[in-house]
């Protein structure tokens, strides 16, 4: 464990900047994770434009009461797991690549599978779920090695994500990089369920709903390489 020769003082002042890390990540990815529910209304609203008026208002409704709030909740929920995690994984000295980080992945991935966005929107008794699920775990553990660095950070002067961030990666490249093998993992995920819609438990609209998932997908990525290269040429 990371404590095991520290004092007492040292160990709570580690607990301190880990548990600030982990609230600045926090408070971080729910801000994009509305954004990206933003982008999605947008997009559903670009897409219904083309269709008849009676079907309308049946769409963006079943979208915004059921699809968009459950996408909210599930990803908030996912978030908290994540970062719970990582701050015991920076604790104890578990690093990613070893056996007992790799047990404690399979341990949560069932909880992580039920909260996330695209596992959320399909059924799990579909004959491609399998492979799907597969990708999903190597998404989950993407983000959790995307997220340890920003909590091992031991800067005390730090206050917001992009100091965090510049701390954590040293180098746009590096920060590129790190995000690359988590939207690599989501695009693979995103191209099973293109393959065959069916797998998609969506009552109606699959075709219109999906793509207003992969041109949000898309966007996200840019805003996010567009963000990264701000952070890594500002000083805020």
Do not use: W
């Amino acid at each position: 464990m990371i404590t095991e020769d520290l004092r007492p003082t040292e160990i709570t002042n580690i607990q301190h900047l880990v548990d600030r890390n982990g609230e600045i990540v926090r408070d971080h990815l729910i801000t994009k994770m509305k954004e990206s529910l933003e982008i999605g209304s947008r997009l559903i609203d670009e897409e219904l434009n083309g269709m008849a008026a009676i079907f309308r208002p049946i769409i963006k409704s079943f979208y915004s009461n059921l699809v968009q709030k459950d996408l909210e909740h599930g990803t908030i929920k996912s978030i908290n797991g994540m970062i719970r995690m990582s701050k015991k994984l920076v604790m104890e000295g578990i690093d990613p690549n070893t056996p007992e980080f790799e047990r404690r992945l399979t341990q949560k991935f069932p909880s992580y599978l039920k909260n996330d966005q695209t596992g959320r929107q399909c059924k799990p008794y579909h004959p491609n779920f399998p492979q799907l699920k597969a990708i999903l775990k190597n998404t989950f553990r993407a983000q959790i090695c995307g997220i340890l660095p920003l909590l091992k950070v031991q800067i005390h002067d730090i206050s917001s994500y992009n100091e965090l961030c510049r701390a954590a990666f040293k180098t746009e490249k590096h920060c590129k990089d790190i995000l690359r093998l988590q939207t690599d993992s989501m695009k693979e995920g995103l191209n099973v369920i293109k393959r065959d819609l069916s797998i998609l438990n969506i009552m109606t609209g699959k075709e219109l709903i999906f793509r207003v998932l992969q041109k949000g997908f898309e966007k996200k990525i840019k805003d996010f390489n567009k963000e990264i290269e701000e952070i890594f040429n500002c000083e805020n």
